[in-house]
């Protein structure tokens, strides 16, 4: 490895390459709380044919070569597990065009998805794809993850709003693959199959995407139960009542009780609650539906009170800044966590939920749920207090994936099988399948060259 | 040839087999007018290990296998062009499961898209994809070809409500892929790459799909203006203007003209209109909605009259009878027309549709547009009187693919390429990328057995 490493540094000299200490112990660790693994060289390429060429030296020398975001992934896709090259793609960060008339934008992989958003919604535009992460994640590193986000619920995730990609191939080849309208069937549809291959089949270089009109009037509030049992049987009314608010957001009791006097008061007997949001063109409309969906949401007289509903933009970003806390007031509570990302049909959450519980329960560990209720996605994360408790985490996951898929489930909605969970996609999908993947891959990228050692189980 | 079939004919035996020359005269001709393209027999298996069993025989005995749905494709996709097998998947005919609390149903291949859509109808439930054949084509024919329609405005595509698929593979295997929750991204987008694939990379055998909730109030208008250039600019008002109408249909002059005294008073002076439909929540909101995208449709002044308002079912039903007569009424002019599916950006879509009628005019033939406007999906029609007219056409066709594609556009937006578009690929997409769809599609089907000769360019 060192002679070809060596070899490889000589043929990428033209480019931006790091290996000092700092910098590869920044790329050998991401969100997903996976371990640190170290690259040997950090590339940061300018330009499309910078990309290239990194591919083109590392199949020449036979590098791995593992394509990097704002390592702000949950599920260690973009760490260099067999060392070589991690590709950054940071520097590819220019929002190319905008085009308000089409609605459709071309961004570089390194933009990050929260300028993205600001940037459009200047000239009236929206973008609705919002992961927790939009400050710092990229949309290259959306676009290989598929990610989702609240929003998810009416406007779909990454991969509804990719119409076309420039993409490096393993070999260094160049494709333009999709098109630049809103509808399209020419060919295979090779922006789905790239669209959340986890940095596994290549690279995107340019993106294309799909734009919405901003919705003019957005209205939110906090409906509180008194457990998940209730709450997801509001959920379930509010879906089957026509309309579709844009988001409809869980708190189980742990994560209410983890973000409590953080500038919400929830009512007293409050064991969960949703946060709804509703949008429309006007503000009439937007309260009209807020108002509808939250009758919905009390029909069966399991609410307590009327809610929260937020006045304002102020009051808006209060209830959502809560939802954002979540995840580090849960980490709070006992030094760790494992945020997971399961999704199971709708009809059988608050089963998902109490099923989950009841794994931390037998084996003494704190499982708190929340997420993206209206779409049964759920990030119910494991709280332990250290590497010593690992082994239990270890079960208490396996164990939540079982539950998943025997309620006829996803091991994952919008994280991706990464490092973390490779070893659990046997217990979704047919070995057969799982086979037939592994060969796909192969034909993608015959060296494995490319981010290998993710998504599939080792033999 | 002979030997080889003899022999398949042989391992059918236990199969519903048919080659009367009315069976292989049927299954050679579709709706593209492409010809007729005679099979050898037309087998019609009655579940998914017989799907399996016709695979196998055909790979095994090297015999080329077609597969059909109802024969309602535009770009030849389901003609057995060498002959061999036609697979019709009639018989697998059944709704396995609707489950309105998960938002999901589960169907077979050859169940018509309106006799599904009535079924989740009649339960308070809403499939949006509504191609102008939803009486008479599959929803096997719709995954295959990735069907839109008028709806596909606001609703998207067939390939947004397929999420799972049984999956018949050339060489007979058969993989479960995707997932029956609302969200999912455990491996590659398997359904992604599939849906669309226009029979040649496997067969599905069941389908689950998405639903969304009924929504409860539909208010549907007619907009006429002077030209298309007034109409066009009236579909960019609407759409910067916040919300999305679910359709928003465009008829040029040559349209309105053909459909004319048959329901509907067009005002004098009326070069082009809009079918413009919204759905909402409730008859307020619906007709709130319709008046604020009607002011916005006249914002410019150029709207001829207040339009027409259809007040109930009814007159709703009478306006898009109108839209569904255009295109049998066009052929009924000269006697024969081809019609096209191209996709522009918005913004071009006057120009697009004036250099269209140009093309027409040089050559000396009648062209007409019609479409989903919103899109920019236009169903530009070549009218002609006959066989001896074929050369021009075929030049006009040409020359409107590459205008299309000059404009930033796709030469296909919803029929797919299959046949009649194949030799025009290579105008839209680079040389590289149609060389990688063709190994990924012997990757897939190293005989080359399943639908051959679509899709790709002749060598």
Redesign the interface.
């Known amino acids: 490895m060192n002679e070809r490493l060596a070899r490889l540094r000589r043929a990428l000299e033209s480019l931006e390459v790091k290996d000092d200490r700092a910098t590869l112990a920044a790329y050998g660790r991401d969100e997903s709380g996976a371990g640190e693994f170290l690259p040997a060289l950090v590339v940061f390429p300018r330009t499309s044919s910078e990309v290239q060429a990194v591919m083109r030296a590392c199949s020449t020398h036979d590098v791995p070569v593992t394509p990097v975001g704002a390592r702000s992934g949950k599920s260690g896709g973009a760490l260099p597990v067999r060392g070589g090259v991690s590709l950054s793609l940071e520097r590819l960060d220019r929002i190319l065009e905008v ?6 934008a071309t961004v570089q992989p390194g933009v990050i998805l929260e300028t993205f958003q600001k940037a459009v919604e200047e000239v ?1 535009l929206f973008y609705p794809p919002d992961p927790n992460s939009a400050a710092v994640c990229t949309l290259g590193g959306n676009v290989a ?2 990610a ?1 986000g609240p929003r ?1 619920l009416k406007y ?2 990454t ?2 709003y990719v119409l076309g990609l420039e993409w490096v ?1 393993p070999s260094g ?5 999709g ?15 790239f ?3 986890e940095g596994t ?1 290549g690279v995107a270089t340019e993106i294309t995407l799909k734009l ?5 009037a957005v209205m939110t509030a906090l409906l509180a139960y008194p457990s998940v049992v209730e709450a997801a049987d509001a959920v ?1 009314q509010v ?6 608010p844009r988001c409809l957001e869980l708190l189980d009791d742990v994560a209410i009780a983890a973000v409590s006097g953080r500038g919400i008061d929830f009512p007293s007997g409050c064991g969960a609650c949703l946060i709804v949001e509703v949008d ?3 503000e009439e ?1 937007a309260l ?2 807020l108002d ?1 969906v939250s009758r919905l949401a009390a029909s069966r007289g399991a609410a307590l009170g009327p809610g929260i509903v937020a006045m304002d933009r102020d009051q808006r970003e209060r209830l959502w800044a809560i939802r954002r806390l979540v995840s580090e007031s849960l980490r709070a509570i006992k030094g760790f966590k494992f945020s997971e990302d399961v ?5 059988r959450m608050a089963e998902a939920i109490a099923r989950f519980k009841g794994v931390g329960h037998d084996l003494g560990l704190l499982v708190a749920t929340y997420g ?1 209720a209206g ?3 759920l990030h119910t994360n494991v709280l332990y207090g250290g590497e010593h408790e690992r082994p239990l985490v270890d079960r208490a996951l396996e164990a939540i994936m079982r539950i998943t898929v025997d309620l ?10 990464g490092l973390t ?1 490779r070893q659990f ?1 046997s217990i ?3 070995k ?3 086979d ?2 592994r ?2 891959k192969v ?1 993608v990228d015959p060296q494995v060259i490319l981010n290998p050692g993710k ?1 599939f189980p080792e033999d």
């Open positions: 085009r308000p008339a089409d609605l459709i009236g993850e598929n989702g998810a779909g995730v991969r509804d191939l080849e160049l494709l333009k693959v098109r630049r309208t809103l509808k399209g069937v020419a060919g295979y549809d090779l922006v789905g199959l669209v959340g291959s089949l919405l009109p901003r919705p003019p379930s879906l089957m009542g026509g309309g579709l429309g063109p006007s409309f009209a539906e509808r999704v199971v049909p709708r009809s993206h779409d049964g996605n006829g489930g996803t091991i994952t909605g919008e994280h991706g099988v969970k996609l979704e999908q047919q057969a399948v799982i037939w993947q060969r796909l034909f998504m």
